[in-house]
């Protein structure tokens, strides 16, 4: 079965929505070819690729697949532009015709939703990891019961932000501003935290959570 490939202008249009993705989602390795790379905490590699359902003059869907050294493909996702498209009868997608790339249906598409969807499809990932089968779990770190209650407040009262002013005015008298700031840095370095303005991961509420890990 021959294998169809986006053109080079459709890939540009395409770039509209995965670099939007990737100004939320840190490790983001650009496109290399016809698919767009990611290298998450964890050392779970992603890869978007363009695909279509109908023809192959109509890019319509982005086809995601996770995988790690460990264990191979352990997670996949679909994002179909007429999914997030308002006009059943006018779903989104780019027309490719000898080259030509333009988008079709573009002011019915939702194009944010998408973007949302992906971006906590990849944030879910990161928990995923810390399935023992996906990795090895002293690769994750085990949080104290100090820990659990600095993740509890700034996901209950900090609508998951870590701030550290508000944190340590929270928790003073049990962990100082340098500890704070150390742990903050930490947990950003290893993934559990989003780059600033930080917020805690789906990852972190799920080691939060967890009485021990494996």
Same mark, same amino acid.
């Given at each position: 079965m021959a294998r169809f490939y986006p053109s080079y202008q459709t890939l540009r249009l395409a770039d509209q929505i995965l670099e939007a993705i990737a100004a939320r989602t840190p490790g983001y390795q650009g496109r290399i070819g016809s698919r767009w790379y990611w290298r998450l905490a964890g050392g779970v590699?992603?890869?978007?690729?363009?695909?279509?359902?109908?023809?192959?003059?109509?890019?319509?869907?982005?086809?995601?697949?996770?995988?790690?050294?460990?264990?191979?493909?352990?997670?996949?996702?679909?994002?179909?532009? &007429?999914?997030?498209?308002?006009? +059943?009868?006018? %779903?989104?997608?780019?027309?490719? /015709?000898?080259?030509e790339a333009e988008w079709s249906n573009r002011l019915y598409f939702?194009?944010?939703?998408?973007?949302?969807?992906?971006?906590?499809?990849?944030?879910?990932?990161?928990? &995923?990891?810390?399935?023992?089968? +996906?990795?090895? %779990?002293?690769?994750?770190?085990? /949080?104290?019961?100090?820990?659990?209650?600095?993740?509890?407040?700034?996901v209950d009262e900090l609508n998951g932000y870590f701030k550290l002013s508000k944190l340590h005015a929270a928790f003073d008298g049990r962990v100082s501003r340098s500890v704070l700031t150390r742990l903050g840095q930490y947990w950003e370095d290893i993934g559990l935290l989003t780059e600033p303005p930080r917020r805690v991961t789906v990852a972190l509420r799920a080691l939060a959570n967890m009485e021990t890990i494996g």
């Open positions: 590699l992603v890869t978007f690729e363009l695909d279509f359902t109908v023809t192959e003059q109509r890019w319509d869907v982005l086809r995601a697949e996770a995988v790690t050294p460990t264990v191979g493909l352990f997670n996949a996702a679909d994002f179909p532009f &007429a999914a997030y498209g308002t006009l +059943v009868d006018s %779903p989104p997608f780019i027309h490719d /015709l000898d080259g939702q194009m944010g939703h998408l973007i949302d969807d992906a971006v906590l499809w990849m944030e879910m990932l990161s928990a &995923a990891v810390i399935d023992p089968q +996906v990795r090895p %779990p002293s690769s994750f770190p085990e /949080l104290n019961a100090l820990e659990r209650e600095i993740v509890a407040y700034a």
